[in-house]
């Protein structure tokens, strides 16, 4: 029989949206007791070469610092945006928004999202009411009403009232309280890099509407910018066998100049762009968050 563990929440996922629940229900209950289930070891900094770079609102940036970890995200891996161009190749039609307009110091800022989850799983291990356990494989799952949910795990029974999955976008919580996702692929490929400018940035976040998908570059520290190109299966192809050199003439080209001439400060990287929808959020005692719940275009 393997050890069962009580708990008042058990969250299966310590990815940027698991950590961030499981802290702020310590944060808020404090007598509420976490157990966090993460199939991957503890991220670390070194192994780090995710060029991911996610966007997000004051409301998103409020539970970072409500959490602790936005004061040591803002000295080395956040960037404010001031401004948002939007353009597209075929027509006329430009937007602009500014922090000006809806009078804020900025409309949001650029994370690093590897450096955000690392910050992040540290403050987990450091809080009382939690209890993190990294590598480790879910078994089954019991979930019924009358009882406490339970999953077990190659290290033991976790059990609670609510247990959260937020373990991504193939979610095994999902699958194992059998509610069904609808997935659809965007037939396109993203394609991500950080680049430098010859021209400054601006602390704009620009996109632009292509034949193909859509392009945005958004600005980091240093006139660095994070770039996320969709395109269709063949461009995707072709511009990856390119050149770094032709790459980023390209690049250029496709945003008109507007930033001069790029350069890359580190290798590509492309992977197919899905959605997926769950068909519920919730059976029982089990509640779907995160790209668990939902995910769609990275620039939707
Ligand atoms: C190029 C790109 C740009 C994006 N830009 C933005 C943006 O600007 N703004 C924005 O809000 N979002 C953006 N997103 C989306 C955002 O990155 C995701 O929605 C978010 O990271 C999802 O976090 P998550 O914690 O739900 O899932 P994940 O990050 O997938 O984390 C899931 C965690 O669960 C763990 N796990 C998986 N299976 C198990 C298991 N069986 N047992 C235990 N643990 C398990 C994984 O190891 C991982 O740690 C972007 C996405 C992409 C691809």
Not at 86 to 97: A, K, N, P, T
Not at 165 to 186: C, E, F, M, P, V
């Amino acid at each position: 029989m393997s050890k069962q563990n009580n708990y008042d929440l058990v969250v299966v996922g310590a990815g940027l949206i698991g950590a961030s629940v499981a802290l702020l229900a310590a944060y808020k209950m404090p007598k509420c007791r976490v157990a966090l289930i993460e199939r991957s070891p503890r991220l670390s900094l070194q192994q780090h070469n995710n060029q991911r770079v996610v966007a997000l609102g004051q409301l998103a940036t409020g539970v970072l610092d409500t959490v602790g970890v936005f004061k040591d995200l803002q000295q080395n891996a956040c960037f404010p945006y001031q401004r948002m161009f939007i353009w597209d190749q075929h027509s006329r039609g430009e937007l602009e928004f500014s922090s000006n307009d809806v009078d804020l110091p900025q409309l949001g800022h650029m994370i690093d999202s590897v450096h955000c989850n690392y910050l992040l799983q540290r403050a987990l291990e450091a809080h009382p009411q939690i209890d993190v356990v990294f590598d480790t494989r879910i078994g089954e799952l019991e979930n019924s009403e009358n009882t406490l949910a339970t999953v077990s795990t190659n290290k033991g029974c976790y059990s609670a009232p609510l247990i959260v999955a937020a373990d991504g976008g193939q979610s095994s919580i999902r699958r194992l309280a059998k509610i069904s996702t609808n997935q659809h692929s965007y037939e396109q490929i993203g394609i991500v890099a950080k680049i430098a400018c010859s021209l400054p940035h601006q602390n704009t976040a620009w996109q632009r509407f292509l034949k193909d998908g859509p392009l945005g570059v958004l600005p980091l520290a240093n006139n660095q910018c994070s770039i996320v190109w969709s395109c269709k299966q063949p461009y995707a192809q072709r511009l990856n066998v390119m050149s770094d050199k032709e790459f980023c003439l390209e690049l250029a080209e496709a945003l008109e100049h507007r930033l001069g001439e790029v350069s890359l400060v580190n290798p590509r990287q492309s992977f197919p762009l899905n959605s997926n929808n769950s068909a519920r959020y919730f059976n029982q005692r089990i509640v779907l968050v995160g790209d668990a719940a939902h995910s769609i275009h990275p620039l939707a």
